[in-house]
């Protein structure tokens, strides 16, 4: 599609919104197919060294009290993911860049990877690191990495970020990821502040020109005392637009997993089988213990904080029936775009 055509679709109204949901979830199936993937989440550490004007677990958010799981734990919750039929988990964390989390870290995924023989996909969410760090991770048994540019444009970039924050390094590590051989996943918030509609559809376009293989983009939703809250934002809007970016990213890019997002829910009770519905392709249930949900809070009203892990996934799985998926015990979900780019690579 062109800019334009994509500037239409997110600015369709009426029926037509239903339209495109309806071309997105059928975009899904042909390319594919029904089966949904469940990744659970672990969220291992809400301690971070950044200070994103937006989130919850900012370094200035003196008031949260931090945790960090240990590498025991860590492993227990990725042991109890694949003998539960997981295929893939993905560790997530505030971003470091210590020695001690870098290391801690490498120990939970070699192990994960020995004692589940390999079997178990592991993403990692833990930010912008070194080309080493990155390094360390893959041949520890990382698979996939997941980091939301959270906005194509440098000039929003700047205004959603502290002036140390720099949009250049980001975009780096995502070519550095690339290069080394992880399965790329990147998103953005939707409905942010000061952001227009062209800002979105280049998201798409840069997608697009990244050729990555997994999208994870939910709604802007703020969280109160954070320094952007202040701006405000509206629910509504920013649900709807999250779900037609769905819509057409699938559209666009046709054969890349796609989340329906935590944030989704957040704004509506049946906001991931919209996702799913509207075109996405792929489900975290939250196995984080609940002694730590509480403490992760990234967005006011985030969902689900008081299920353990094994309700999280039950609940999950009657959704995606409701939406019209089918679930996929075991299956790692490897995106069909990555073993694609992959080949295509081999011959160029
Ligand atoms: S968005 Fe990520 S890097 Fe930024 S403050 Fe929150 S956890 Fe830290």
Redesign the pocket.
């Known amino acids: 599609m062109t800019r334009a055509e994509i500037i239409a679709l997110l600015n369709l109204q009426g029926d037509k919104i239903a339209e495109l949901y309806k071309y997105g979830c059928e975009a899904r199936i042909k390319h594919v197919g029904k089966k949904v993937y469940l990744r659970g989440i672990v969220e291992l550490s809400n301690i971070?060294a950044?200070?994103?004007l937006y989130?919850g677990?900012?370094?200035d958010n003196a008031a949260l009290p931090r945790y960090e799981m240990s590498v025991e734990e860590i492993i227990q919750a990725a042991l109890w993911a694949h003998e539960s039929g997981y295929g893939s988990i993905v560790l997530q964390s505030?971003?470091r860049t210590d020695e001690k989390f870098i290391s801690l870290i490498e120990s939970a995924l070699s192990a994960i990877s020995k004692q589940t023989e390999g079997k178990l996909a592991v993403t990692l969410s833990l930010?912008e690191q070194t080309r080493a760090t990155y390094k360390r991770w893959l041949a520890a048994g990382a698979r996939r990495y997941l980091l939301r540019i959270e906005t194509s444009d440098p000039q929003l970039y700047g205004k959603l970020h502290p002036s140390d924050h720099s949009f250049d390094f980001r975009l780096e590590c995502l070519h550095t990821l690339k290069e080394l051989g992880y399965q790329l996943g990147t998103g953005v918030m939707i409905g942010l502040p000061y952001q227009t509609i062209e800002q979105l559809a280049d998201d798409i376009l840069f997608f697009k020109k990244m050729d990555v293989d997994m999208i994870g983009m939910g709604p802007y939703i703020a969280y109160d005392g954070a320094p952007l809250a202040e701006l405000g934002y509206d629910k509504e809007r920013n649900l709807e637009l999250a779900l037609k970016m769905i819509a057409i990213a699938r559209l666009e890019l046709l054969d890349v997993n796609i989340a329906a997002t935590t944030a989704l829910q957040a704004l509506h009770p049946e906001g991931r089988e919209l996702g799913i519905k509207a075109g996405a392709n792929v489900v975290m249930p939250n196995m984080t213990d609940v002694k730590y949900r509480q403490l992760y809070k990234?967005y006011d009203g985030k969902p689900c904080l008081d299920e353990n892990a094994e309700q999280c996934r039950g609940c999950l799985e009657r959704r995606i029936i409701s939406a019209g998926g089918e679930i996929a015990p075991g299956d790692p979900g490897d995106p069909l775009h990555f073993r694609r780019r992959i080949q295509r690579n081999k011959y160029l």
């Open positions: 971070c950044k200070n994103c989130c677990i900012r370094r505030g971003e930010g990234l």
